[in-house]
Structure formats: structure tokens, C-alpha cells
């Protein structure tokens, strides 16, 4: 199927065109540089953003792609989870192509979007396999027999995800925003077992009832408390080893659990996906447990990795080719939708 995919959950505005597993267009326009002096996404103003950028997007991207909107199968979005006043953006010029064109619309999840986005690099999804997802707002293991319809999550972060401690180090290390490349960069002239970091959700107590679940509020506060010691008695902060040793604690928990779940759930294949799974680090750790385990990594290259429109036409182009049903043109935003909600 050919499809159209929009995506304005958060600060990325985000169309692209697919042609089964081809991507033949993705463009996308971040509102970053406008929150960068609040430290973090302003929603009012990622909305106004977004309302700004989408119908250029939109031109650009059938440029680009050289195809006729009136040839499309479906118009797929984001329907949630996401920022409210961002993804009704989004939806609403979804719902505006879909009723211009009479075309059915797709409202999808755009967790799974990050999940699915990896069939354009590497086609067809196995039949059962595990799943990491990392990104801003969400930090889960699941374990997914059809991507259109059956997810599990089988854990969850109980309090930050991944790519929100990141930030929060960036910041209190007055390093800047988004703080996960910043970081990612910054570790690479770091040591990495210069200082010692708690591994959340490890101990032996919370294995038993947290076997696949996360922690990174308690490291986040260890590295604040750490940093903060060292400037009261007036000393240099090696930003380097900090972020590096950070980056270990964070990665060293995330892939040590996925290959439990692996081994747990009898998973052949782990798939690693959100805007976190575009880290070095975590790339090369993961590679480096699952092949030690026999288990096969997919993960889609780093650009694929944060927010944008390739991601729900992926989606959406698998949900058509499986044949599953339209959604209603009454759809409403949903920013808390679970990850076990594909198509809204
Ligand atoms: P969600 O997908 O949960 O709704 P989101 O869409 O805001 O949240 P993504 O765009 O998927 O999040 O990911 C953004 C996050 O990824 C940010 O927290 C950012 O710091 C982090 N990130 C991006 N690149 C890297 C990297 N190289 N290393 C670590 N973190 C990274
Ligand atoms: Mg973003
Ligand atoms: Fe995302």
C-alpha cells in the first residue's frame, strides 16, 4: 500500500510517504530551538508550531516522494500518546485529507510507530519477538506477536524514562537541551567506571517484583547529589566521566532486562526503538549481550530513531497490508493511549 503518515505527538512535525516497506519521503520540522531557553517542550508552543509547519511538510514531502495524493491507500497519524494540543494538530490535517481525498483514516499508536519504523530498514518483522522501547516519555519491555494488534508489556519504567533522565543530567549539568546526544557525545572522552552509579531496580528484593521494570529517578538523583558535593568543596567536575559512568548505569540496566526478557519470554529477536535507541552506547552494549546470547538485534538506523512521519506510514502501511479496519472519522486525541492500543 502507498500511505501517508503525520506525526505531531511533541515537537517534531512529521510527514512521510511509504510504498510498503520504500520510504519515498520524510520531512520533518522540530520546533526544538524555540523551548531551548524554557530547558524542555513548551506545549502551547510546540501546538502553534506545528499548526505552522504542517501544511509546508505536507507539500514537501509529496514533492519529494513524487506521487499523487489521490493515489494513497490511507492517511495515517498520530493518534497518541502525546502532548493533547499537538496531536490534535496532526489529527485534525489528517482528518482534513481524509475526508478531501475519500480516504480511509488510520489514528495509530505512536509508541509502536517507533517499534514498526525498523521495517524500513530491515523488512518484515518476525513472527514473535521483543521489544525495548526508549524514548522521551516511555521506557518498556514488551513482547509483541503482531504489531497491528497483539503488544505485551511486560515492564515499564515506574518513574523517569530513559530519555527524560538523560535531560535532567544534561541540565544540571548545564549542558543544554535535548540532553541525550549531548550526552551521548560528551561519554565518548569519558570513563565509564569512574564512578560508580546505582543500577535501579537490580537488587534482588526488587527483582522479585520489578524482574522487567526501570528506575532512573534514584541515578538522577545520585549524579545531582555527586556533582553538587564535588562544587561545594570547589572542585573541577570531570563533565566526561560523569556523563560516561551515567550513560553506563542507564545502558547497563536497559540491556541487562531486555536480555532477561529475551531469555524469560523465549525470544529469538530484540527490537530496539524510541528517540534513546539512537544512543552509541546502547546500540553497541545491546549488539554486544545479544549476540553473546544468540539473540538477533534489529534496530532502525539513528536518524529513524526520534520522532517523525516515517514511523506511523510504516505503521499504517502494515495495518492496511494485514487488512485491518479504518478508523472512525469522530476520533478524539488520546495522550495517555496504552501501547497495547495499535489502531485507535
Ligand atoms: P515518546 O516517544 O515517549 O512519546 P518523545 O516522542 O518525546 O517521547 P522521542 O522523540 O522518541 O521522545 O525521543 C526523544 C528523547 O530521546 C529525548 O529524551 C532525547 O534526549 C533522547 N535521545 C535522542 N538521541 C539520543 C542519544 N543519542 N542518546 C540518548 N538519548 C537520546
Ligand atoms: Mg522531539
Ligand atoms: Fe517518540
Known amino acids: 500500500p502507498l500511505v501517508i503518515g503525520i ?34 517542550v513548551v506545549p502551547e508552543v510546540a501546538s502553534r ?10 507539500r514537501r514531502a509529496t514533492e519529494a516522494a513524487g506521487v499523487d495524493l489521490a493515489d494513497v491507500d490511507g492517511i495515517c ?38 517499534v514498526a519504523v525498523d521495517l524500513l530498514d530491515h523488512g518484515p518483522l518476525p513472527e514473535r519477538f521483543g521489544a525495548l522501547l526508549v524514548s522521551g516519555g516511555h521506557t518498556s519491555l514488551l513482547v509483541v ?3 497491528t ?30 540532553g541525550g546526544p549531548l550526552i551521548d557525545r560528551a561519554a565518548a572522552d569519558g570513563d565509564p567506571t569512574a564512578i560508580a552509579f546505582p543500577r ?12 522487567f521494570d526501570f528506575s532512573f529517578s534514584g541515578l538522577k538523583t545520585a549524579v545531582s547529589r555527586w556533582v553538587e558535593t564535588r562544587e561545594l568543596a570547589g572542585e573541577e567536575i570531570p563533565v566526561a566521566d560523569v556523563c560516561a559512568s551515567f550513560q553506563e548505569a542507564v545502558c547497563d540496566v536497559l540491556t541487562a532486562k531486555a536480555m532477561d526478557m529475551c531469555d524469560h519470554y523465549g525470544l529469538d529477536t530484540i527490537l530496539l526503538g524510541g528517540g534513546v535507541a539512537a544512543n552509541s552506547r546502547l546500540r553497541g552494549l545491546l549488539q554486544e549481550r545479544a549476540d553473546a546470547a544468540g539473540v538477533t538485534v534489529r534496530r532502525p538506523r539513528p536518524g529513524l530513531c526520534t520522532d517523525n512521519g516515517a514511523m506511523m506510514a510504516a ?11 479504518a478508523s472512525s472519522l469522530g476520533i478524539g486525541a488520546n495522550s495517555g493511549l496504552p501501547v497495547s492500543t495499535v489502531v485507535v
Request: negative net charge.
Open 7 to 40: 506525526e505531531s505527538s511533541c515537537d517534531e512535525t512529521g510527514v512521510a510517504i511509504v510504498r510498503g516497506t520504500e520510504l519515498l519521503a520524510n520531512e520533518v520540522a522540530s520546533s526544538v530551538e524555540q523551548h531551548v531557553r524554557f530547558g524542555g
Open 49 to 58: 508550531a506545528h499548526l505552522q509547519a504542517i501544511v509546508p511538510a505536507l
Open 77 to 114: 497519524v498520530t493518534a497518541g500518546p502525546g502532548l493533547m494540543g499537538a496531536l490534535v494538530v496532526g489529527l485534525s490535517a489528517a482528518k482534513a485529507l481524509a475526508i478531501a481525498l475519500d480516504k480511509p483514516l488510520y489514528g495509530l499508536n505512536h509508541l509502536v510507530g517507533h
Open 145 to 147: 506477536d503482531d504489531i
Open 149 to 178: 494488534g497483539a503488544i505485551t508489556e511486560v515492564g515499564s519504567t515506574i518513574d523517569d524514562a530513559a530519555g527524560e533522565a538523560y535531560d535532567k543530567v544534561a541540565r544540571l549539568l548545564g549542558m543544554g537541551y535535548p
Open 200 to 211: 535501579g531496580l537490580t537488587s534482588r528484593k526488587d527483582l522479585a517484583r520489578h524482574r
Open 315 to 325: 505503521l499504517g502501511a502494515e495495518v492496511i497490508r494485514r487488512g485491518r479496519p
